[in-house]
Every structure is written in C-alpha cells, then in structure tokens.
C-alpha cells in the first residue's frame, strides 16, 4: 500500500493534477518571474522548498492546531519559510535578489502552498505530506522552466543569459513584456488541454 | 518633477502605465476565478480597492516607524501579512455591524481579500520602491483603482464572449488569459504618460 501510494502522490502533482495548468494556481508568479531562465530557476527552488517544508510541518502538528485558527498558523509557517528564503537569497544571490523584487515574498500568498497544505497535509502523514509539497513544486517547477525557456529564447536570444540566436534573430521584444507572459501561458494550457483531450488520459 | 506632484505622479502610473493586473500579475488568482460576473467583479474590485488604499499606509507606518527602529526588517512578510488579514477582519466586523447593506455586497469578498497578492504585494513594493506615506497612500489607492479597471473591463469581455465558439482547449482559463494580453498590450500604450522610478 504504502509503495502505491507514496508513487501516487508523488505523480498527480506533475500530470493530471498540475497546480498550473489544471488547477490554474499561482498565476501570478508564473507570469512575472518568466521572462529570464535564472530567475525562474531561483522562484521554483524558493517554491519547492516552501511547500514541501511548510506541508510537513504542517502535518507534524496537524493533531495540535485548533480548526479555528489554522489559517493563521499555516500562513505563519509558510511566512516563516519565505522568510529563510528571502534571507539566504540576499546573502548568496543579490543580483537575483534584487530582480526578483517582491517576488519572492509574494510566495505566502501563492495559492499552490496554501492549497497544499489545506488540502492535504491536513490529513495526511508528515512523509507524505512532505512528498506530496515537493511534487507539487516540481509541477509548478517544470511549466515555469518551459514557458521561461520559450520567453527568453524569442525575446532575448539568449538562454540562462547565453547568446544562443545570432544578430540575425529579430527579438520579439513582446515575449519578455507583461503581454507575452499572459499569451505564452494560454498557448501553453491550450496545448496541453487539447492533448489531453485528443488522448483521453492524463497529460 | 516636483515632490509636491510626485505622490499625483504615482497615483496614476499605478492606474494605467504601472497597472499592479496587467503589468505586476498581482491578484490573477482572483482575477481569473471572480470575472465571470459583473456584478461580482464590481464588488470584489470596490473590495480590493478600499483594502488596498487603507493596508498599503498602515503597513508602511508599521514598517518604517516599528520594524526599522528596531532592525526587524526581516520580519515585514509576517508582519504585513497578520496586519492584513486582521484589518480584513476588523473592517468585516465594522461592516456587519453598521451596514447590513454593504456587508452583503462586499462581505462574501472579504475574506478572499487575504490571500490576494495584490494586498501584500502593493505592500512589498512601497518597501522597495521607498515611498513616502503619502505617496504610499496614493500608490495604494491607485492600485486599487487599476485593478478594479482592469476586472471591470474583462468580466465585460467576458460577458459578450458568453456565445461565442472557443476551442475547448482554450475554454475557461486559457481565453481569459489571451483576453487579459490582448488588454496589458492595451495598458501599454499608456506607457509614454508618466514615467517613474
């Protein structure tokens, strides 16, 4: 049982269950930390740490917290998360840090963390709670990287800051504005709805 | 550009060149659930505003005259975050109590207003941007005004497009999401208006 289920829980959060483009959480720094490969990589290492922490502590004490107050206990677990990130960026990483802006802190009222934890570390054990956070992240993770790769290549030319289209390539200057990140997500969901669909299985 | 004006300056690049929707991505979680309706947007949008316009001041008060002296910077996330969810609730208490009238036209929004990204980031910004309090009062308001624009003009999108022929794909999210590009690249021929920071 326990081997099924860790598998489960594990895959849901990166195929038919995905917190982006099923789910349609955590738009908002999906579309503002696109357009440059680096910074997506920070955001959804930031992400993955948060959930996957919060999830477990979370479920570590789910017996203790009173009902009533929950939402305030988790959005403090989850802000005390952030927290560590915002501090350990700083410290290692300022040029990220910096254009990441509010960003990183805006990670507390990313719905896929909240979700997470209201959704399952509530009744769950702390391992797989702790899985689960982590998957979740990793599928947030990996639409992040897709549609930033796409952004940075036509908008910039580059990836992860490296020259990769010669002068020739005319920048789509659009892909890295605020418009091209609400275009680039629909292609994307549209995309991967429709191959859903044609499959008639997970996608 | 005068200090005197700066504040005015800031009130309308948050509305239009600097909308905290179509440029920040602030707020698109409710964003994208809550305009399907009129009726409901207008709602959630005055919401959104009076939160903003009133939390966006108090927490620069917080920040600057608490959290600074005593160098607990680090602190701002909790500390912005309590402070909203607790104005939220006061002013839902103050509501229900004197007008029963408002209370059933914002007080279903309220509780949403916590978690919406828009509230706490408005408030990261000012940090970050270091606003004066005014200046953060009129970011604040502007702010809301801009969003309230914004989920005004797609639920009407919205509304119109209720019998048209969408791929399913795109159904849903997907169309909303092209809609608001479409309205960001609208927000930016805004952009030779104002220019700050």
Known sequence: MARTMVKKTFLTPLGKDNPVFVQILGICSTLAVTNKLANTMVMVLGVMFTTALSSWTISLFRKQIPTRIRMMVETLVIATYVIIVDIVLKAYNPEIWKQLGPYVGLIITNCIVMGRVEAFALQNKPSLSLIDGLASGMGYGYVLLIIAFVRELFGSGTIWGYQVLGAWWTKWAIMVMPPGGFFMLAIFIWIVHEGVLKEGKNG | ?197
């Not at chain 2, 036209?105 to 980031?121: D, E, K, Y």
């Not at chain 2, 801009?146 to 999210?173: C, D, H, Q, S, T």
């Open chain 2, 1 to 197: 550009m005068g200090n005197f004006l700066f504040p005015l300056a800031v009130f309308f690049a948050a509305i239009f060149t600097d909308n905290i929707l179509l440029t920040n991505y602030l707020g698109m979680c409710s964003f994208l659930a809550v305009s399907k309706e009129l009726e409901t947007s207008a709602g959630l949008g005055v919401a959104v505003t009076f939160v903003l316009a009133l939390t966006t001041p108090l927490n620069w008060a917080v920040y600057h005259l608490v959290l600074v002296p005593f160098q607990l910077e680090y602190l701002r996330f909790i500390v912005f975050i309590i402070i909203i969810a607790a104005f939220v609730q006061l002013i839902e208490m103050i509501i229900e109590r004197y007008s029963e009238n408002l209370y059933f036209a914002l007080g279903i929004f309220l509780p949403l207003i916590t978690v919406n990204c828009a509230i706490l980031g408005a408030s990261l910004f000012i940090v970050i941007r270091e606003y004066s309090f005014i200046t953060s009062f009129f970011f604040g308001l502007g702010s809301g005004i801009g969003w309230f624009i914004a989920i005004m003009a797609m639920a009407g999108i919205r509304n119109k497009l209720r019998g048209a022929k969408i791929p399913i794909g795109l159904e849903g999210a997907g169309i909303a999401l092209i809609i608001a590009g479409f309205m960001a690249m609208a927000f930016m021929g805004f952009s030779g208006m104002i220019q700050i920071s």
